[in-house]
């Protein structure tokens, strides 16, 4: 817990304060969170709703400051050297030919992001599967310390560096020698596709441990009296290593250190995506620390040092209890306007317990299904082709609290939000829901039509650095047991579309096999009431089955459909394992279902056979 005081103790006026929240608010400032300092004491922090003070906090490239930090006390350890050369940690990332300016590449010249890189190459390494490998790789046209270029995957080196000299993840080692040492037990890290902490961005924690982490450096590594990290390195990391001033935008960048960038008053601060801060005032013994949505870094410190730095004293102030009670009002009602719940239900009853198919779209979301659940309490599920299930609850009535996955920095997250839902009109309906982890806000609304049997979908946010806006079409589906009806012409037709050179003969010949097989199970795929897609499977075993056919209209492919039928057979037979047997052209469409692929090569015909199996249990 931070330590409290009135702000005249300190010198501060809360009149400066006042004037300071009432100019956040005149300039819609969409500041989440913020904690002030001075002296080592808490001046005053405050949490707009629905967020959560006490809840931690994405910090995008604010995370490059703590990795900075590691990387001195891996240092002062003994573990590295700021003029360790890089290619002695990766000899076996290393490309074929080594160019002198990446032989000559120093662990001081990451942190000063000054690697000798022209350009920034984030987007381009990004994408890769071997970030370590890609950086390497890449051209270093210029000697290390001469040019300064800011580089995200320049901390993902120093991450790995301290991993392979130490043995340990670098998320353990920070734990261990920092974070536990701060007492800051809640964070979260993420990481690179080969399980490195990512090093550059992705730390999440609370804007308190984010105020405490600016107060040890500004008691220059010191916390509670015991030293984290040595004053030689904190000197060295807060003075300027790389000149910044013209690659960098922004009026604050007076030279970078390492893995800090210094203010032309000698302050030191680091920035994230979408106004994210901490800040170091050495002349004035303050520090703060911000989360924001959307919120120039410059335009917080501005009206930080306007406000507040320059107009506090050095010593104590007489007490303004009217002001500072004014104040303290102030911060506990400042919220985010979010949608206004009317309690009006709408016509959900039609909706709940349907299940939608949605168009192709840019973030692969297959279905979204309508659950009812305890009192006026809902849920709806979206189901994506390439990552876990989002659950949203909601609520006509009131905000609800809960958690789902969704994204952060580089991955998809449980983490916590808040939703509100509300009719527009009869046929529309608007979720928004808060990520409070993270500054994203989030909107899926429902233009429902055809007695709510159909709708017009769209997503937005109101900021990322990955996720699309986007829109689709959503038509409600069923599945169900079609066996009786399995002679049925159209159904026979779609079951052709799965069978080699089909004919009358050979269509009744197995029709009449499924018809008598009581081992042999039937599913149908329903859009609108017509099928468009079917399913045959045959019990092996109680608990092992085999796919004996599935296929989909033409017109309908590539919808998932398929997918959906194998999970609903899955699910309604207690299906433990699952395979199939098929040649080249459809072992692609098992393979994205991610069943296993054995190659039984030319089993009958001229074809490559395959079996193709997946297990549903363990």
């Known amino acids: ?167 340990a993840s670098f998320y353990v080692f920070l734990k261990e020698n920092l974070f536990d040492l701060l007492e800051i037990n809640d964070f979260t890290w993420e990481y690179c596709k080969n399980g490195i902490t990512a090093g550059g961005m992705g730390l999440s924690l609370t804007v308190e441990s984010a105020a405490k982490f600016a107060q040890m450096l500004l008691d220059e590594g010191i916390y509670k009296g015991r030293r984290i990290v040595s004053g030689e390195y904190i000197k060295a990391a807060t003075s300027e290593q790389a000149n910044n001033r013209l690659n960098d935008t922004g009026s604050h960048k007076n030279g970078y250190g390492y893995h800090m960038s210094i203010d032309h008053d000698g302050s030191f601060f680091h920035t994230g995506a979408f106004g994210q801060l901490i800040y170091v005032s050495k002349r004035k013994n303050i520090v703060f620390s911000v989360t924001s949505k959307g919120v120039k870094t410059d335009d917080i410190i501005d009206l930080i040092h306007e406000k507040i730095i320059n107009k506090c004293s050095c010593s104590n102030l007489p007490e303004f209890p009217e002001y500072y009670n004014i104040f303290r009002k102030k911060i506990n009602e400042l919220n985010y306007n979010h949608p206004v719940l009317n309690g009006f239900s709408g016509n959900i009853n039609l909706i709940t317990d349907n299940k939608y198919l949605l168009d192709k779209n840019s973030q692969n979301l297959v279905k979204i299904c309508f659950y009812g659940g305890e009192k006026d309490l809902f849920n709806i599920t979206f189901v994506y082709k390439n990552r876990k299930d989002g659950i949203i609850k909601f609520c006509f009535s009131s905000p609800v609290k809960g958690e789902s996955i969704f994204i952060k920095d580089i991955q998809y997250h449980m983490q916590k939000y808040v939703s509100y839902a509300v009719w527009e009109n009869k046929n529309s309906l608007i979720i928004t829901v808060y990520y409070i982890e993270t500054p994203y806000e989030a909107e899926y609304k429902f233009n429902f039509y055809d007695n709510y049997k159909k709708f017009d979908f769209s997503f937005k946010m109101n900021l990322s650095l990955s996720l699309q806006n986007f829109e689709s079409k959503g038509y409600n589906y069923k599945i169900k047991e079609i066996k009786k009806e399995f002679n049925d012409p159209e159904i026979l037709n779609i079951f052709s579309l799965c069978m080699y050179m089909p004919t009358k003969e050979k269509l009744e010949k197995r029709a009449f096999e499924y018809l008598t097989d009581e081992d042999v199970f039937i599913y149908g795929f329903f859009i609108d009431e017509k099928i468009t897609g079917i399913i045959v499977i045959k019990k092996i075993t109680n608990e092992n089955f085999k796919i004996n056919g599935i296929s989909v209209k033409t017109e309908y492919r590539n919808k998932y459909i398929g997918n959906l039928l194998i999970d609903y057979a899955a699910d309604v037979l207690n299906i433990e394992t699952l395979y199939a047997e098929t040649d080249d052209d459809a072992v692609d469409f098992y393979r994205k279902c991610n069943f296993t692929i054995e190659n039984l090569g030319y089993k009958y015909t001229n074809t490559i056979r395959y079996k193709c199996q997946k297990h549903f249990k363990i």
């Open 1 to 167: 817990m931070l330590d409290y005081t009135y702000p005249e103790n300190t010198g501060i006026s809360s009149v400066h304060l006042n004037e300071f929240l009432d100019e956040i608010y005149n300039r819609n400032m969409q500041i989440t969170s913020m904690v002030l300092l001075r002296n080592g004491k808490c001046i005053f922090r405050f949490c707009k709703k629905p967020y959560d003070i006490n809840s931690i906090q994405l910090w995008f490239s604010v995370t490059k400051a703590f990795t900075g930090i590691g990387v001195g006390i891996a240092c002062d350890s003994g573990f590295i050297n700021l003029n360790d050369n890089i290619i002695k940690f990766f000899p076996d990332k290393l490309p074929e030919n080594i160019s002198d300016n990446l032989r000559g590449l120093k662990i001081k010249h990451l942190l000063s992001m000054s690697c000798g890189i022209h350009d920034n190459t984030y987007a381009q390494l990004y994408n890769q599967f071997d970030w370590l490998k890609a950086f390497l790789a890449q051209d270093f046209p210029h000697e290390g310390g001469t040019y300064y270029r800011y580089s995200t995957h320049a901390s993902y080196m120093l991450s790995a560096v301290i991993e392979r000299v130490t043995g």
